[in-house]
């Protein structure tokens, strides 16, 4: 039986060795509940918002700082 096995890993092509492994590791794979998934969710928009406000504040801040150095 192994030898049968040998020879139908070997017929296999790349393509359907890919498509059979990522289905075994996604077999694996702890799947966050929805109510944990839309709280994660929310988490990563909130922070996108936070950092886009702060990275906006310093962009302006640095582009008033630049034109009052060299005065323009």
């Not at 077999?27 to 994660?40: D, F, G, I, Q, Y």
């Amino acid at each position: 039986m192994a030898d049968k096995e040998k020879k139908a890993r070997r017929s296999e092509n790349a393509i359907q060795r890919y498509f059979r492994e990522t289905t075994g590791e996604l077999r694996k794979v702890s799947w966050p509940t929805w109510p944990e998934a839309r709280r994660l969710t929310l988490l990563v928009l909130l922070v996108m918002v936070v950092m886009g406000v702060f990275l906006a504040t310093v962009d302006y801040g640095a582009g008033e700082l630049l034109d009052l150095l060299l005065g323009v």
